[in-house]
């Protein structure tokens, strides 16, 4: 069949009249269908060809540009309009960013905005906002100001009535919360938890007793530390989705309770940022301590100096856990000792 279709159509392919006439046609509905099209879109939506052309169009103030966190075809068409036109683009990690602005052709001058020189370059910044400048901040990955630097210039531009514009795109945690399988009817965003191990545990504290989803940022180096402690903390039994690579080759979400994801990542060592997002709290699992927690709980006692009974009945009578399951997991921690 495939070779019968050749046969009829390569003698009109081939005729230098008929080719001419196809192209005229072409052309001439090519030209008629690209006027009704862009008849449709108003100045400010027509593609850029120019930098010249798309700058005149953009206001001058501060642009919040997302970018790609993973795959570079996650980009916005005005993204890259914003981008070509600014005036200057404040970045991260003007290394990385390099990457993504070679890869689309854009030759916009780039200065480094990180945590570490934000309140350095900040003066600077706005004498040229102040001077009519196009300025856009992007970060490494996702959105600006979110985990990331942006939210002390954004601030000082708003007290400053200097025009704050966000061009949204990629995030992180929206990408990762739509295809988690959890509710996403309530959230809370945390991000990255403190370094000091007691403001951590007491931020974990928080959100454990939250109904709704709890979304957090962990570095690969510390998603062990992570686990261990939310399991001792929500529970072991507490739903929960790793996403990790999120939109690249290697692209995973995990899905268990905490417990497992404990053993699971136990000796593994991964790479790339962590999306981990932990199930909010119900009713079946209000005040309903971990086994790590009731362990945690009669070591404390028993090694304090209290008889085996004694500390099950304690331990029983300060959590919602039943007495034969806190004196059946004493027995297998610490034998049938005297007193008991």
Request: charge should be positive; glycine fraction near 6%.
């Amino acid at each position: 069949m495939a070779a019968q279709s050749f046969k009829t159509l390569s003698p009109f392919l081939l005729s230098p009249i008929r080719s001419k006439k196809l192209c005229s046609f072409v052309s001439s509905k090519v030209s008629v269908r690209l006027s009704h099209a862009t008849s449709n879109f108003s100045s400010d939506e027509l593609p850029c060809t120019s930098a010249s052309t798309s700058k005149s169009e953009l206001k001058p103030g501060l642009y919040l540009v997302s970018t790609p966190i993973g795959n570079l075809e996650d980009i916005t068409l005005r993204a890259l309009r914003v981008l070509k036109s600014a005036d200057v683009i404040l970045s991260e990690d003007t290394r990385h960013s390099s990457k993504l602005l070679h890869h689309y052709n854009i030759k916009t001058p780039l200065v480094s905005y990180h945590k570490f020189n934000e309140r350095e370059r900040e003066a600077s910044i706005l004498k040229r906002l102040h001077e009519g400048e196009i300025v856009a901040l992007i970060s490494d990955a996702g959105t600006p100001g979110i985990s990331d630097p942006g939210t002390l210039l954004v601030k000082k531009c708003a007290s400053e009535n200097i025009v704050v514009t966000p061009v949204p795109g990629p995030s992180a945690l929206v990408t990762a919360l739509s295809a988690s399988g959890l509710s996403t009817n309530e959230f809370t965003f945390v991000g990255f938890l403190p370094k000091r191990t007691s403001l951590r545990r007491e931020r974990l504290q928080v959100s454990s007793k939250e109904a709704a989803t709890q979304i957090f940022y962990v570095p690969p180096h510390g998603i062990h530390e992570f686990l261990k402690e939310a399991s001792t903390i929500f529970g072991d039994s507490r739903s929960c989705v790793i996403a990790r690579e999120i939109t690249k080759i290697h692209e995973e979400f995990w899905r268990g309770t905490l417990g497992e994801a404990n053993k699971h990542f136990a000796g593994l060592q991964l790479k790339g940022e962590i999306t981990l997002l932990i199930e909010g709290k119900t009713d079946l699992d209000e005040d309903t301590p971990s086994e790590a927690h009731l362990e945690q709980e009669l070591t404390k006692l028993i090694s304090g100096g209290h008889c085996l009974s004694s500390a099950v009945k304690l331990v029983s009578e300060a959590t919602s856990a039943k007495k034969k399951d806190v004196y059946a997991l004493a027995l297998r921690l610490f034998g049938n000792r005297s007193g008991s």
